[in-house]
């Protein structure tokens, strides 16, 4: 596919405009910009108890090391000695109070990245330990949260399990995940003139990390600049937390009066940075002899660490999600938001949704493995119909599951499918073979109102090229060749034609982070109002000059036509430039129809849900636990799609992710609070080989989105991950052949190998 495309790119494959930076290792990331020759580097000491009092900090050792040039602590911070967002609970070091393994202490700064790795080795912290909590169960019994705990509720559940002809209770648990970006934690900081800063950040959230230095720095905000062209991944973990890295570079920049570069290794990453929140539910599901759900109830808690960081907008989404696709007329949930001596969780893709979910979906299957049904039955008969109401109050109104699903079952042959694999369980002991069908309906829209909204500018220069910036980030997910394309559909011009700048806090501010799958709504639509700025001033001003009415005048394939004639869409730029019209202009969006109320939890937290199913099929090894994903196929919803070639790699992606998630990716920590799954060697993430032979990855053909977004499309950046969960429940029907229909299955998530041979194992329950 050519870099140069033709107009009216709108639905055309368009490759990822940095593609050819990536595979040619071009694409320059925070860790790749040239420093001056004095450039510092900065290190951190850490903590190597979980939780305790620090009685002495000894860092005499420490600063006396060859080539250190000073340390930092707690009282090199002039401002806020804080780098949480929401809540101000996450000391960038603590004054006396240690809460996780791996608690950063204090920093050095040296003339190396080694010399201060070394050097942080020596100091000596004298503690009084104290006993952690880790664990999710204690911290309830103990009622130690990082907030309070929330309830929802619609209809009378227990009238509701009265009316139910069967009832079921579980158990079930469900592990966290490691972001494991490509790219780790880092930031550069760059003193500049009169006491301002420039800071490169690799961050989702620059506006956030700019609030938070100038609060630890006791600066206005404008005296701060970051900076981010892109980032080598993200998943969530660079929305709050990057702040931290960006706040401590700041305080040795500011220290030293020199540039400073701080990056973190893997292992350190992977050990002081956030996860997914893993989950613990208990719950007990109403239903009728057809499989109908009358009621459901519910107790959700999660691992949250010792702070808040986004533990509450997180478990607010998942209380959202228990629903998934089904229409529950009776629902009673309480969400826990469990304060361990753990390091503190954070955004993950699908942010809460998937742990959601992930309980709703097993119930279902419990409900078909005791009616000895199809599941895929059950969750047809639950489906929402069109305008009923989630739990929350909000109209579902845009609802397709029924019709993908249907579509996705007779494509996979699904049904034809499930019969051959249970005849094939009947020949074979020792292998068996699962499938399993699983939709997705998904919200869309930050749970914070205010947080939806989205800035652009663009310029237009007398050659006729456009420079585009906007308040989102590149993480590799496409957004840049998306506004590229919006952008240069607008204008009728080669999208060629159309660059984009780095994110920059100097030039969009009070920007919201790229996440919530909006990056593309809320952006795009303020890059589209800044070009109809634009076209607008270029038509009144043209129609003026050739004595037209503004209707006669049109921009097409890289001109502009003036009524009966034609030129050049770098003429008319130049014409304007000459009478003196503004070339650059603003663009704002704000989502419309959202709201909710926190205490009545009712509302209309999303401006739509976007839709997805998945059919997987595995192998599993029944003496070994072993699992092989053999085939997938995907139907998704993405509305009218802007570039199907950046969509389906999204989708392939998230599916991907979900799949290690569920499967593979196990986080472990030793009876000292140390996590030892923190490098590649002992954390598993998929690998291409774990992409199945045979795999089938569709989009839904649909008019489009039915709220005024971008094009009518959809966004697509989260609801993908939990199309997984079809693999983790086809383990399930591959453990159920073996087991038989007669106990009660317990399958732990990620399904691992000891996962599996335990849950073949609990038959005997």
């Given at each position: 596919?050519?870099?140069v495309i033709?107009?009216?790119?709108?639905g055309h494959?368009i490759?990822?405009?940095?593609?050819?930076?990536?595979?040619?290792?071009n694409?320059?990331?925070v860790?790749?910009?040239?420093?001056p020759?004095?450039a510092?580097?900065?290190?951190?000491?850490?903590?190597r108890i979980a939780r305790?009092k620090i009685?002495?900090?000894?860092?005499?050792?420490?600063?006396?090391?060859p080539?250190?040039?000073?340390v930092?602590?707690?009282?090199?911070?002039?401002g806020e000695n804080?780098?949480g967002?929401?809540?101000?609970?996450d000391?960038?070091?603590p004054e006396?109070q240690?809460?996780?393994?791996?608690?950063?202490l204090?920093?050095?700064?040296a003339?190396s990245?080694l010399i201060?790795k070394q050097?942080a080795q020596?100091?000596?912290?004298?503690?009084?330990?104290?006993?952690p909590?880790?664990d999710i169960?204690?911290a309830i019994?103990?009622?130690?949260?990082?907030?309070?705990p929330v309830?929802?509720?619609r209809?009378n559940?227990e009238?509701?399990?009265?009316?139910?002809?069967?009832?079921?209770?579980n158990s079930?648990?469900l592990?966290g995940?490691?972001?494991?970006y490509l790219?780790?934690?880092i930031?550069?900081?760059?003193p500049?003139?009169?006491?301002?800063?420039?800071?490169?950040?690799s961050?989702q959230h620059p506006?956030?990390?700019q609030?938070?230095?100038?609060h630890?720095?006791?600066?206005?905000?404008?005296?701060i600049?970051i900076?981010c062209?892109r980032?080598g991944?993200?998943?969530?973990?660079?929305?709050?937390?990057p702040?931290?890295?960006?706040?401590?570079?700041?305080l040795?920049?500011e220290?030293?009066?020199?540039p400073?570069?701080l990056?973190?290794d893997?292992?350190m990453d992977?050990?002081?940075?956030?996860?997914r929140?893993?989950f613990?539910?208990d719950?007990?599901?109403?239903f009728?002899?057809?499989?109908m759900?009358l009621?459901?109830?519910?107790m959700?808690?999660?691992?949250?660490?010792?702070?808040a960081d986004?533990?509450?907008?997180v478990?607010?989404?998942a209380?959202?999600?228990?629903d998934n696709?089904?229409?529950i007329?009776?629902v009673r949930?309480?969400s826990?938001?469990?304060?361990t001596?753990t390091v503190?969780n954070?955004?993950?893709?699908?942010?809460?949704?998937?742990?959601?979910m992930y309980?709703?979906?097993?119930?279902i299957?419990?409900?078909?493995?005791y009616l000895?049904?199809d599941?895929l039955?059950?969750?047809?008969k639950?489906?929402?119909k069109?305008?009923m109401?989630?739990?929350f109050?909000?109209?579902?109104?845009?609802i397709?599951i029924?019709d993908l699903v249907d579509q996705?079952?007779?494509?996979s042959?699904y049904?034809?499918?499930r019969e051959?694999?249970n005849?094939?369980?009947?020949q074979n002991?020792h292998f068996?073979?699962?499938?399993?069908?699983?939709p997705?309906?998904?919200?869309i829209s930050?749970?914070?109102?205010?947080?939806?909204?989205?800035?652009?500018?663009i310029?237009?220069?007398?050659?006729?090229?456009?420079?585009v910036?906007?308040g989102?980030?590149e993480?590799?997910?496409?957004l840049?060749?998306?506004i590229?394309?919006?952008?240069a559909?607008?204008?009728n011009?080669?999208?060629?034609v159309?660059k984009?700048?780095?994110?920059?806090t100097s030039?969009?501010?009070?920007t919201?982070?790229?996440?919530?799958?909006?990056?593309?709504d809320?952006?795009?639509?303020?890059?589209q109002?800044?070009a109809?700025?634009l076209?607008?001033?270029?038509k009144?001003?043209l129609a003026?000059?050739?004595?037209?009415?503004v209707?006669?005048?049109?921009?097409k394939n890289?001109e502009?036509?003036?009524g009966s004639?034609?030129?050049s869409?770098?003429?008319a730029?130049?014409e304007c430039y000459v009478?003196?019209?503004?070339?650059?202009?603003?663009?704002?969006?704000a989502?419309p129809k959202i709201h909710y109320?926190s205490?009545?939890?009712?509302?209309?937290?999303?401006?739509y849900?976007?839709?997805?199913?998945a059919?997987s099929?595995?192998i599993?090894?029944?003496?070994?636990g072993?699992m092989?994903l053999?085939?997938v196929?995907i139907l998704?919803?993405?509305?009218?799609?802007i570039?199907?070639?950046?969509?389906?790699g999204?989708i392939e992606?998230?599916?991907?992710q979900g799949?290690g998630w569920?499967t593979t990716?196990e986080?472990?920590?030793?009876?000292k609070g140390k996590?030892m799954?923190n490098s590649p060697?002992?954390?598993?993430?998929?690998?291409a080989l774990?992409?199945?032979?045979?795999?089938k990855t569709?989009l839904?053909?649909?008019?489009?989105?039915?709220?005024?977004t971008?094009?009518?499309?959809?966004a697509?950046?989260e609801?993908?991950?939990?199309?997984?969960?079809?693999?983790?429940h086809?383990?399930?029907?591959a453990?159920r052949?073996?087991?038989?229909q007669?106990c009660?299955?317990h399958l732990?998530?990620?399904a691992t190998p000891?996962?599996?041979l335990?849950a073949?194992?609990s038959?005997?329950?």
């Amino acid at each position: 596919m050519s870099d140069v495309i033709n107009v009216s790119t709108m639905g055309h494959q368009i490759h990822h405009e940095s593609a050819h930076l990536h595979v040619s290792g071009n694409a320059q990331y925070v860790d790749d910009i040239s420093l001056p020759i004095n450039a510092l580097h900065v290190a951190l000491g850490v903590s190597r108890i979980a939780r305790g009092k620090i009685l002495e900090l000894d860092l005499t050792q420490v600063k006396e090391f060859p080539g250190v040039i000073t340390v930092l602590t707690t009282a090199d911070i002039p401002g806020e000695n804080n780098f949480g967002g929401a809540v101000k609970d996450d000391p960038i070091f603590p004054e006396s109070q240690i809460d996780f393994y791996g608690q950063p202490l204090f920093a050095v700064i040296a003339t190396s990245h080694l010399i201060a790795k070394q050097a942080a080795q020596l100091a000596r912290v004298k503690v009084e330990e104290e006993t952690p909590i880790f664990d999710i169960r204690e911290a309830i019994e103990k009622n130690n949260f990082v907030l309070p705990p929330v309830a929802i509720e619609r209809g009378n559940v227990e009238q509701g399990f009265l009316s139910s002809t069967h009832r079921l209770k579980n158990s079930i648990q469900l592990g966290g995940q490691e972001h494991f970006y490509l790219e780790g934690q880092i930031a550069c900081a760059i003193p500049m003139e009169d006491g301002e800063l420039t800071i490169y950040s690799s961050t989702q959230h620059p506006s956030e990390v700019q609030h938070l230095v100038s609060h630890a720095l006791n600066k206005p905000a404008a005296m701060i600049r970051i900076e981010c062209k892109r980032m080598g991944g993200g998943f969530g973990g660079k929305e709050s937390q990057p702040a931290w890295f960006a706040i401590i570079a700041a305080l040795a920049a500011e220290k030293t009066k020199l540039p400073v570069k701080l990056r973190v290794d893997r292992e350190m990453d992977m050990t002081i940075t956030g996860k997914r929140h893993d989950f613990e539910f208990d719950y007990e599901v109403g239903f009728d002899a057809n499989g109908m759900i009358l009621s459901f109830d519910v107790m959700m808690a999660s691992r949250c660490g010792f702070s808040a960081d986004l533990s509450g907008p997180v478990n607010d989404r998942a209380l959202f999600h228990l629903d998934n696709c089904y229409f529950i007329p009776n629902v009673r949930a309480i969400s826990y938001r469990c304060k361990t001596n753990t390091v503190s969780n954070t955004a993950f893709r699908g942010f809460g949704g998937p742990q959601g979910m992930y309980c709703i979906e097993y119930a279902i299957e419990d409900i078909a493995d005791y009616l000895k049904i199809d599941p895929l039955e059950i969750r047809q008969k639950n489906f929402y119909k069109k305008n009923m109401l989630t739990h929350f109050d909000m109209p579902v109104e845009d609802i397709i599951i029924e019709d993908l699903v249907d579509q996705l079952s007779q494509s996979s042959h699904y049904l034809k499918r499930r019969e051959q694999i249970n005849k094939f369980n009947q020949q074979n002991n020792h292998f068996k073979r699962g499938i399993s069908l699983t939709p997705v309906k998904f919200g869309i829209s930050f749970t914070a109102t205010h947080f939806n909204q989205a800035g652009a500018l663009i310029h237009i220069y007398t050659d006729g090229s456009i420079l585009v910036n906007h308040g989102g980030l590149e993480m590799g997910q496409g957004l840049n060749t998306k506004i590229r394309q919006i952008v240069a559909n607008e204008f009728n011009v080669d999208y060629s034609v159309v660059k984009m700048s780095a994110t920059d806090t100097s030039k969009i501010p009070n920007t919201s982070a790229t996440a919530a799958s909006s990056g593309t709504d809320l952006n795009g639509m303020a890059s589209q109002n800044a070009a109809q700025t634009l076209i607008s001033r270029m038509k009144e001003f043209l129609a003026s000059k050739y004595q037209l009415s503004v209707t006669d005048i049109k921009f097409k394939n890289n001109e502009v036509l003036l009524g009966s004639q034609a030129i050049s869409f770098e003429k008319a730029v130049k014409e304007c430039y000459v009478g003196r019209i503004s070339l650059s202009a603003t663009g704002f969006y704000a989502t419309p129809k959202i709201h909710y109320d926190s205490k009545t939890r009712k509302g209309r937290p999303f401006f739509y849900f976007s839709y997805g199913a998945a059919v997987s099929e595995v192998i599993i090894d029944t003496l070994t636990g072993e699992m092989k994903l053999l085939q997938v196929d995907i139907l998704h919803d993405v509305g009218q799609s802007i570039n199907p070639a950046i969509d389906i790699g999204q989708i392939e992606g998230g599916f991907v992710q979900g799949l290690g998630w569920l499967t593979t990716e196990e986080l472990w920590w030793n009876p000292k609070g140390k996590l030892m799954t923190n490098s590649p060697s002992t954390y598993k993430i998929p690998t291409a080989l774990d992409w199945p032979k045979h795999a089938k990855t569709n989009l839904y053909v649909s008019t489009g989105n039915i709220e005024n977004t971008i094009y009518k499309s959809k966004a697509v950046g989260e609801p993908p991950l939990m199309l997984a969960f079809s693999v983790f429940h086809a383990i399930k029907h591959a453990i159920r052949s073996k087991v038989g229909q007669e106990c009660t299955l317990h399958l732990s998530a990620p399904a691992t190998p000891e996962s599996i041979l335990n849950a073949l194992n609990s038959h005997n329950d």
